[in-house]
């Protein structure tokens, strides 16, 4: 690896950002130069990252006119909108955790076990997917190959992190009895139907992430696909049922074998010993977990199969950090 590459996180305090700065350090990403960037509200402070106390600086127009090769943005999408242009005039190459690019033609959509092919195919923008999404897509890629899908629907039990520090603390607070701030209703001891703003259409911008996403990666722009996505009172780690109609015919334990063969999953299943995937097991890994992998008799051929994945981690920090390792 070259020595000297410049990196710069932007949004570096938040939930996504610091776990970005945790999977650096894991992965010992000591190589570069590191600017982490926030809002004024947190500029000034300090992070231990790398052995070192990093000053956090507040982010401004002027931030990339000192010429960064890479960043990875976790800062929400109107901060990504607004300086994402700025950095990639300047020459960065950008990895987006918003939704600001992800459905952008020229913008590659990207989970490195599904089709990691598309991220040189950039010009200077590289999207994350939505983090329930990425874990749908990981098992999903290797049943499209084999069996064709045909439709699919899903249904989501997504944690409190996914909507940043502040869902966290609505669920804590909630606890005590205080209201929410982040979540239309109080989360705790509640699901809420209700994940991002509605659309015209009845669903949610969530919803729509899924649907439109899932074709986009799965390069299936006319795919059936239909989606319910719930907030739920867990901290870490989203779950999904997900129902797939194939094209072709399967044979059960196959499915068992491929999924197990796959990269980015291991399989959870046996139900004798209460053995399926749990947030509470999921959470701090980077591999989603499948199981409840059963067919659905009530179509000709149709598969369930449940999957929880660190939303935090692999939905959003260690992708990012994957197609980083990529490109360098
Ligand atoms: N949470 C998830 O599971 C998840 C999964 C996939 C994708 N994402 C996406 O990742 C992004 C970050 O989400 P999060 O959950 O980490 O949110 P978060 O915990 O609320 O953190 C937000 C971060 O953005 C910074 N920020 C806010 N306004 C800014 C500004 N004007 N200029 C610079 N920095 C600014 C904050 O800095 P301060 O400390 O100064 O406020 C903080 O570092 C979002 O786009 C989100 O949709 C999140």
Request: hydrophobic letters at 35%; one cysteine or more.
């Amino acid at each position: 690896m070259k020595t000297s590459y410049k990196i710069a996180i932007v949004g570096s305090t938040g939930l996504v950002g610091r776990t970005v700065l945790k999977i650096l350090e894991e992965k010992n990403f000591k190589n570069c130069s590191y600017t982490l960037f926030s809002s004024k509200k947190s500029a000034g402070s300090k992070l231990e990252f790398l052995g070192q106390s990093y000053v956090i600086c507040e982010l401004t127009e002027n931030s990339f006119n000192s010429k960064f090769d890479y960043a990875i943005f976790c800062a929400g999408g109107e901060v990504s909108k607004k300086y994402i242009p700025i950095a990639v005039k300047n020459g960065c190459t950008v990895i987006d955790n918003s939704s600001v690019f992800r459905m952008d033609p020229k913008v590659p959509l990207v989970v490195p076990e599904v089709n990691p092919e598309k991220i040189f195919e950039n010009s200077g923008i590289i999207a994350n997917p939505n983090c329930s999404t990425i874990q749908a897509v990981i098992p999903l890629k290797p049943l499209d190959i084999k069996y064709n899908i045909k439709r699919i629907v899903y249904s989501t039990y997504q944690a409190v992190s996914g909507a940043g520090r502040q869902g966290i603390l609505d669920l804590e607070s909630g606890i005590k009895g205080e209201p929410p701030k982040k979540f239309p209703y109080p989360i705790f001891n509640n699901c809420i139907p209700h994940i991002d703003v509605f659309l015209e259409d009845g669903y949610t911008k969530e919803e729509h992430k899924m649907i439109d996403e899932t074709r986009k990666i799965l390069d299936k722009p006319n795919l059936p696909i239909t989606a319910t996505t719930v907030r739920v009172p867990v901290r870490n780690c989203h779950s999904e049922s997900i129902n797939i109609e194939f094209e072709k015919e399967f044979d059960i334990y196959d499915v068992f074998k491929l999924l197990e063969k796959s990269p980015g999953i291991i399989v959870v299943d046996n139900p004798s010993k209460n053995y399926y995937p749990l947030a509470t097991k999921a959470d701090g890994g980077d591999e989603i977990l499948v199981g409840r992998i059963r067919r659905d008799f009530s179509i000709k051929s149709g598969l369930n199969i449940w999957c929880v994945g660190d939303n935090l981690r692999k939905g959003a920090a260690s992708n990012a950090v994957q197609i980083l390792e990529k490109l360098l």
